[in-house]
């Protein structure tokens, strides 16, 4: 809950700072004050794990996501997109771990994707950029599964794993291409500061905070969990996020929502819905058939 609060708000945070400088600008900051908390902590094993998560859940995620948010998408929107984690990541644990995919996985999904694409059809008159956006954040939510994946693997191989030291390590892994990412595409960092009032600049210093608070707190969160109890049970309650999200960007943007975004939103609800019904279903009768009957 206090995770999906975090990132529920962390979505307008960003969204606010794309107003004072460019969206991978933000991500290169948020990943650099890291660096300040590397001498406190252990450094974690399996770093070539840690890294792939730093690229996938760090740099691809919110990299694609500050796209997104900076090419139009509202808050409300994105944080409803971005849970499409919650079907990308059981196929890719079916795919790591060889299962059969279930029917109600495949349909569950081909639902999400349809109300993806009245979304991306509804994007302000079905613009190229509305389209454009959809696809950004669609991306941020299939890099966000495969760092979903990657924190089992990391448990796995290293069980109860501290989580802080592998978010803090990663990020300073990732930092240094982000910023000379965001140096090439948006001009030196400091400079797009210069001309902010020093009442912007406290004010994009809170926001900085607090989406470094949502980075650290939400995903130390949400990385113990999935390390705990598995990513296929713990990604549905990331059902949580857009709910939040929405409510959110309405009372701050006032977001007008048409109707045939209400279609899309409510048809990848829908189906994180039933798919959460079809994982409780599937969990009881595999606990049923492993029950001796007594002689």
Not at 49 to 54: D, I, K, M, Q, S
Not at 139 to 148: E, H, I, L, T
Not at 238 to 265: D, E, M, N, R, W
Request: aromatic share 12%; net charge positive.
């Amino acid at each position: 809950f206090q995770g999906s609060t975090s990132w529920g708000a962390n979505f307008i945070a960003i969204k606010e700072l794309i107003g004072f400088t460019g969206p991978i600008s933000i991500l290169a900051v948020q990943f650099l004050a890291c660096w300040l908390f590397l001498p406190f902590v252990k450094r974690p094993k399996n770093l070539h794990l840690v890294a792939l998560w730093g690229v996938a859940a760090g740099g691809c995620q919110y990299g694609f996501q500050n796209i997104g948010l900076d090419l139009g998408a509202s808050p409300g929107i994105a944080s409803v997109l971005l849970q499409l984690q919650a079907f990308f990541t059981p196929v890719l644990l079916s795919v790591l771990y060889r299962k059969p995919f279930a029917l109600s996985t495949i349909g569950v999904l081909l639902l999400g994707l349809f109300g993806v694409y009245l979304v991306a059809a509804a994007g302000r008159g079905a613009t190229a950029t509305g389209t454009v956006a959809v696809l950004f954040l669609v991306m941020a939510a299939f890099s966000w599964s495969v760092g979903n994946v990657t924190i089992s693997r990391i448990e796995q191989k290293t069980p109860d794993v501290a989580m802080f030291p592998v978010l803090i390590y990663a990020s300073v892994f990732i930092s240094i291409p982000v910023t000379i990412w965001a140096n090439a595409t948006e001009g030196m960092i400091h400079h797009n500061l210069v001309g902010l009032t020093a009442t912007e600049l406290v004010y994009a210093a809170v926001l900085i905070g607090w989406i470094l608070i949502a980075y650290l707190g939400g995903y130390g969160i949400w990385n113990y969990l999935i390390s705990r109890y598995g990513g296929e049970k713990i990604v549905r309650f990331g059902l949580l996020v857009p709910v939040f999200g929405l409510i959110l960007s309405y009372l701050v943007y006032q977001t007008q929502v048409t109707a045939l975004q209400k279609a899309g939103i409510a048809l990848i609800l829908s189906a994180l819905i039933a798919n959460r019904y079809f994982d409780l279903r599937s969990a009881k009768a595999a606990q049923q058939a492993c029950v001796v009957p007594a002689e």
